[in-house]
């Protein structure tokens, strides 16, 4: 299970902070990032991270956003900052493990982000 927290309202040129814990069984091998979504439109990348700290970011987050891992690596964080109105969306946190050659995705509840001009 995933839980996230953290969004909220924010002018532009503000920051937050997300965060996302993961509970039950976890592989030793995964990846956790973010998502978002705004309606009528398919949710987007934003960011992942690897266990062992390799990150990953959408072109329109790069230099603005950094996830991070908590130490026991159970945690995922996303800090945003330079927000811009077009970052408003729901975020999700998603977590994929593998065991061997299978794959194992879960989705967190959402946690809404509203940057206003």
């Known amino acids: 299970q995933l839980q996230a927290f953290g969004g909220g309202l924010v002018q532009a040129g503000g920051s937050l902070r997300l965060s996302c814990a993961a509970s039950g069984s976890i592989s030793r091998t995964n990846v956790m990032g973010w998502y978002r979504q705004v309606p009528g439109k398919q949710r987007e990348f934003v960011a992942t991270v690897t266990v062992s700290g390799t990150t990953n970011y959408a072109d329109s987050v790069k230099g603005r956003f950094t996830i991070s891992r908590g130490d026991a690596k159970n945690t995922v964080y996303l800090q945003m900052t330079s927000l811009k109105p077009e970052d408003t969306a729901v975020y999700y946190c998603?977590?994929?493990?593998?065991?061997?050659?299978?794959?194992?995705?879960?989705w967190g509840q959402g946690t809404q982000v509203t940057v206003s001009s």
């Open positions: 998603h977590r994929v493990d593998w065991y061997g050659s299978s794959s194992y995705n879960y």
